[in-house]
């Protein structure tokens, strides 16, 4: 039975291989990018009532029985994304008496109006005039030029927020607002009214804290934006500009669709048109994004070939799939030329580092991450490539470069160094929580682990930095924190592997508590979940319906612990092969992962292929070792 399930896995993982190597599954998002995209196009002047029509039909079939949209499947209504999906509507043409707007907007109104929506929603309305712009924060656009001594300069925050925020220093600065039909309106979605708003930032209940000072400072740069000269103004935009049309090549800006957007949107306001090569660049790939269906059309956030390909690798090799497998082979060959061979924002804290990472889309090229960097390279390491000069030198400067983008803290952040100025997350434009990328313990497990698998151990000096961060980070119950994947289950598999690769001593106190905090998790029917609410509420880690993916990753861990002949491994390996479909996949009835954790979930439509294949592959083999 075990042997057939895994048969069956693989030939169905192999069917979704694409020709030219590289395997990509769908990447879902939440409503708010489909509803984003609606109002894109039409600050564009480029509708598109076809699309429009099936881009409503997908919003009403999110829409939930109190009227509002979520972000995640099961979770509680969002202000937000309902906020955004109502001026979708009025921009497509919905009347507000349509029964679906009037559900939404009695739910907005419940929670307080337009005003309690987040900043990235204010100013997308202040850009059709429908939000006041002074009840967004300030962002100079001078920010671009304060230098690196500087607190707050933007090699300090994350690189999909400065992909984002540098367009939005122009759009902030020029204000523009694209005039709209008066029934297209959202006035009715203020409370009491709109000239009766309040559009303050809410204030913490204590008086000195960091966000009243930041509140009070963003009222003070309101006034100085109005009333004061500002002589490096037109120099900051031009720069702003040029920092754009540098980094907007093929893959988009930072190959994400908020980045994207903005990007095309400022070029726009700037007078480029269409088809010129920067601009016409923007808009195709923003349309590469697009899941167009019969009648229905959604937006993903972006694409993720360049992790798919690894993962699927790993759990082919990991379930005896032969090494030298023609898929492999060409999916060896894909992956090396994904290889960023130039310099890009990391420099800045690394200059002396040479190129040497992977993206995470099919181009990226000045953003490489460090999680793809070390699953490609553990996906090359497993693969019988042939021993040429040129594999050689790729893997070598990948190693050094990943190695290279290890913090002072001992773990890794995803696509910068030490970006970990906290303190940030308070500011007004923050209210998303996620300005920074700070080491997590998911990419210092993937660390470890790819040191292992390249016969390091942990006496090696970064290993025993990473080591000592995760041992520092651990958390109370016993697992690690999932900064990229749902949630502490995700986090204690990573961590777990790394230790096993690195030879750690698997008997160790902290690896047995971990091992019994897994153990605890698991449900009934023998799987393992945990919901997408555990980044609000930790104490629900590890809770949650049986997923195949999540599963998966308990399995994975307890089987780096070295646990092939506990009961709840054998449990949990049946609950994969009853739960597998005829034709060798499985599917993950929620989702799985997240952007921004709080904020922005996703769901990668492989993890339920690879990852359970990935389990059943090292337990097959681990009873094979142990028999």
């Known amino acids: 039975m075990l042997n057939d399930s895994i048969g069956r896995a693989q030939e169905y993982l192999l069917s979704l291989q694409h020709p030219e190597g590289y395997w990509l599954g769908e990447l879902e998002a939440d409503s708010t990018l489909t509803s984003e995209y609606i109002m894109h196009r039409h600050f564009l002047r480029r509708v598109d009532r076809d699309r ?77 005039g429908q939000y006041d712009w002074r009840g967004v924060p300030s962002m100079p656009v001078e920010i671009i030029l304060f230098p690196r001594w500087f607190y707050f300069n933007l090699t300090e925050v994350s690189y999909w927020s400065r992909t984002v925020i540098v ?42 804290t960091w966000k009243n000072f930041f509140i009070t400072l963003d009222r003070l740069l309101h006034g100085l934006e109005r009333w004061t000269p500002r002589p490096f103004r037109a120099r900051a935009r031009q720069q702003a500009l040029a920092w754009i049309l540098t980094r907007m090549g093929p893959g988009g800006l930072g190959g994400i669709y908020p980045a994207m957007a903005n990007a095309v949107m400022a070029l726009h306001t700037l007078g480029y048109s269409e088809d010129h090569p920067k601009m016409a660049e923007g808009l195709k790939e923003i349309e590469l994004l697009g899941i167009e269906e019969a009648d229905r059309f959604h937006l993903q956030p972006c694409l993720s070939p360049v992790w798919d390909t690894p993962l699927a690798v790993n759990a082919l090799v990991e379930s005896a799939l032969p090494r030298d497998h023609p898929a492999l082979l060409r999916a060896a060959t894909w992956l090396l030329q994904q290889q960023i061979l130039r310099r890009g924002d990391w420099q800045v804290k690394r200059p002396e580092l040479p190129a040497g990472g992977w993206p995470f889309q099919f181009r990226n090229d000045f953003y490489p991450d460090t999680d793809d960097s070390a699953m490609v390279l553990m996906a090359l390491k497993k693969i019988a490539l042939p021993d040429r000069a040129d594999i050689r030198q790729a893997i070598e400067i990948g190693l050094e470069w990943f190695l290279g983008m290890q913090s002072k803290s001992g773990g890794w952040g995803s696509f910068d160094v030490d970006n970990t100025r906290l303190l940030l997350n308070n500011i007004p434009f923050a209210d998303h929580g996620a300005l920074l990328d700070p080491p997590t313990e998911d990419l210092a497990g993937r660390g470890l682990e790819m040191l292992g698998t390249y016969g390091e151990t942990r006496v090696h000096p970064r290993a025993a930095r990473a080591l000592g961060f995760v041992k520092r980070t651990q958390d109370p119950r016993g697992g690690w924190y999932g900064r990229w994947g749902a949630n502490y289950i995700y986090g204690t598999w990573s961590v777990l592997r790394g230790l096993q690769a690195i030879g750690e001593d698997l008997n160790a106190p902290y690896v047995r508590w971990a091992v019994r905090w897994l153990e605890s998790c698991q449900n009934a029917d023998g799987g393992w979940g945990e919901t997408l609410l555990s980044y609000a509420d930790p104490t629900l880690a590890g809770k949650g319906e049986s997923l195949p993916s999540q599963t998966a990753w308990a399995l994975l861990g307890l089987l780096a612990a070295g646990e092939a002949e506990n009961p709840a491994v054998a449990r949990g390996i049946r609950f994969l092969i009853e739960t597998q479909r005829s034709d060798g996949s499985w599917d993950d009835p929620f989702w799985n992962a997240t952007g921004f954790p709080r904020v922005f979930f996703l769901k990668y439509h492989l993890y339920p292929v690879y990852f359970p294949l990935w389990a059943l592959g090292v337990y097959r083999s681990a009873l094979q070792r142990d028999g």
């Open 52 to 128: 429009e029509r099936k881009a409503a039909n997908y919003l009403k079939a999110k829409q939930l029985p109190d009227g509002g949209w979520d972000l995640f499947p099961g979770g509680a209504s969002d202000i937000s994304a309902t906020v955004k999906a109502y001026f979708a509507f009025k921009l497509m043409g919905y009347s507000p008496d349509d029964a679906c707007m009037r559900r939404a907007r009695e739910n907005i109104v419940a929670k307080g109006g337009v005003t309690k929506a987040n900043v990235f929603t204010k100013i997308a309305l202040a850009l059709f």
């Open 167 to 208: 367009p939005l220093l122009i759009l902030m600065d020029l204000k523009p607002v694209c005039s709209i039909p008066a029934a297209a309106s959202i006035d009715e979605l203020y409370v009491p009214s709109r000239a009766a708003a309040d559009l303050r930032f809410p204030r913490s209940e204590r008086l000195f």
